[in-house]
């Protein structure tokens, strides 16, 4: 980011070629569609060419390209629930997920991701972050911009309330 900043143009390139893949899968989750977690990406790196001033020299620059990047998809659902649409062109209608796997798997995720949906925003997004993303609550605290025990206290009542729901539907 530093030779970014002084002018580098190949450093760009460098960064997309490094940070894109991480902030497509962690936008996929969020969005649910390739297409849309795609252009979450590009966005993502207009605003880090548009905010780059902005960034503090010596600070890591993952998360603050991983906040970039959740403030967008916040922003996709902000734009949403707004604005409900649905197409009536079957060409234009997404097409359902194929099946990845056996039955029971598939199952599993299906439940995995209603349970999930259950949380609060805030809860949710820590464990996603946490847990799909692997990172560690310091820097989850960091992209949701509050306190590493803020965000551990999320994580402990976000998987204990997974745990009873997802006991709830095995039953």
């Not at 960064?15 to 962690?26: G, T």
């Not at 966005?43 to 906040?67: K, M, S, V």
């Not at 629930?81 to 234009?92: A, G, Q, Y």
């Amino acid at each position: 980011m530093e030779a970014y900043l002084r002018g580098d143009h190949a450093a760009f390139r460098e960064l997309f070629d490094r940070y894109s893949a991480q902030v497509l899968r962690m936008t996929r989750r969020h969005l649910g569609s390739d297409d849309q977690a795609r252009e979450v990406v590009q966005q993502t790196f207009f605003q880090l060419h548009a905010a780059r001033n902005d960034f503090r020299q010596g600070a890591r620059l993952r998360p603050w390209l991983l906040t970039i990047a959740m403030n967008l998809v916040r922003e996709h659902w902000r734009r949403q629930k707004r604005r409900k649409m649905t197409s009536l062109d079957p060409e234009t209608r997404a097409a359902p997920a194929p099946e990845r796997g056996p039955i029971e798997a598939q199952q599993r995720v299906e439940m995995l991701r209603a349970a999930l949906a259950t949380l609060p925003d805030s809860q949710r997004e820590v464990v996603e972050l946490h847990w799909f993303q692997e990172l560690p609550f310091a820097e989850v605290a960091r992209i949701v911009g509050t306190s590493e025990g803020a965000v551990r206290v999320r994580a402990h009542r976000a998987y204990a309330r997974l745990k009873e729901l997802l006991a709830e539907r095995v039953r």
